[in-house]
């Protein structure tokens, strides 16, 4: 960091923050650490700094930090320094849903064919920590959200486009704010960079007139056969996340063996349509990390058998009358368990959408309450699938603790 970066601030201080921290101090800076945890007014007096690190959670343009920058101080995030610092190419993946499933089989495609390759970001390594030890030669692998994405002057070498639907708008002031942030990964390409991109959804297609990168679209459909075939990683949808990395791993070179054996062999990640344990010839699928409506209709998807769905969390301000209509057309969903704060708007577009299964709203009941329940409403060879189309703040600490409570009441189940 130059001169200027001596008097810094930290905005937010979670796992971002913390790497910031490290990589600040490294850099020899006098730093100030804010945060709602320790400050309640800690947006207060923001133009007494030259910089601030602002971390993802943080809105990039609350009044506050809008007033310092016309003050002149420089709001920058972990992600524009490493884009900045990084002397190895970086991969960047981004989309609604499938971001972190994508770069994790990219990452692992990409070490088993011998690159030296890193995962970082919202998954893997934090990414200013592996500043000292990335060379010219090296690969780079990050999932990119809206929130890092937002006030982003460069782009990655390769940027994947996955599906952009809508999510976070919450924190985005409108749909249109959160695409325009997610069409940053592709806008400051060269022509020498490459855009690969989903072309089954329109809004992902139309990110090929922002780029001067190397088009390159993939879907399912146009998908090799044999990488559909003997699968470890179920649903339709994440043959969308399988033909993003082989198209990524061709450009690269790598060869077809390598690449086909990387996935037959891939299980997917934590809490995304996980199998967890069945019980009474009952099985259970953890999908916590479906956090909003589609992510949810495209796990519904994934399933032939008589289904028990379990929804609902803290409200997002997200619509909920897709996720209805598939609920009602899909004959695989017997019955439907509501929990949380966004229960009400989720029972509303069943109602609307003609819903004729079960409806049981346990509100906020406990984990191991919701679980027995689903277990003795589901029949033998069916299954229950928690895939709550929202997000879990109401109830738990994030969607991993939801994940993870509902894990351990399936294994408490007898």
Request: net charge positive.
């Amino acid at each position: 960091m130059n001169n200027k970066a001596k008097k810094a601030a930290i905005l937010g201080y979670g796992l971002e923050g913390r790497d910031v921290e490290k990589y600040l101090r490294s850099q020899g800076a006098n730093i100030a650490i804010l945060d709602q945890k320790f400050d309640k007014n800690y947006f207060k007096n923001l133009d007494r700094f030259n910089i601030i690190v602002r971390s993802p959670g943080v809105y990039r343009y609350l009044p506050e930090i809008v007033k310092a920058e016309k003050l002149g101080v420089e709001i920058t995030s972990a992600i524009k320094i490493f884009f900045e610092k990084c002397p190895g190419k970086i991969i960047g993946v981004t989309g609604t849903k499938g971001k972190g499933t994508s770069a994790t089989l990219i990452y692992q495609i990409l070490k088993k064919a011998n690159y030296d390759v890193y995962l970082a970001g919202n998954i893997g390594k934090p990414y200013l920590e592996l500043l000292s030890v990335i060379s010219d030669k090296s690969y780079v692998i990050l999932e990119t959200s809206s929130f890092q994405l937002i006030d982003m002057t460069k782009s990655p070498h390769i940027a994947v486009v996955l599906n952009i639907t809508s999510d976070h708008l919450d924190w985005h002031k409108d749909q249109s704010e959160y695409v325009n942030a997610k069409k940053n990964i592709v806008k400051h390409q060269s022509a020498s960079d490459y855009a690969v991109i989903n072309e089954e959804y329109e809004t992902s297609a139309g990110f090929a007139k922002e780029t001067q990168a190397k088009v390159i679209f993939f879907s399912k459909k146009e998908l090799d056969k044999k990488f559909k075939e003997n699968l470890l990683l179920r649903g339709k949808h994440n043959l969308e996340n399988i033909a993003a990395a082989v198209t990524v791993a061709r450009i690269l070179k790598v060869k077809d063996s390598v690449i086909l054996d990387t996935v037959r062999n891939f299980k997917g990640l934590e809490h995304r349509l996980e199998l967890v344990k069945e019980v009474k010839s009952v099985t259970f699928y953890n999908d916590s990390f479906a956090t909003g409506p589609q992510p949810t209709i495209a796990a519904i998807k994934s399933f032939t058998e008589q289904t028990t769905l379990i929804l609902g969390g803290s409200d997002k301000g997200l619509n909920y009358d897709d996720l209805g209509k598939e609920i009602t057309t899909n004959k695989q969903v017997k019955k439907v368990i509501i929990i949380g704060q966004v229960g009400p708007l989720i029972i509303k577009s069943l109602n609307k959408a003609g819903y004729r299964g079960s409806i049981i709203n346990l509100k906020q009941r406990s984990m191991a309450k919701i679980v027995e329940n689903a277990l003795r409403n589901t029949p033998s060879g069916g299954v229950v699938l928690l895939s709550p189309a929202a997000a879990s703040f109401d109830m738990f600490a994030n969607y991993k603790d939801r994940g993870n409570q509902f894990k351990k009441a399936v294994q408490n189940l007898r």
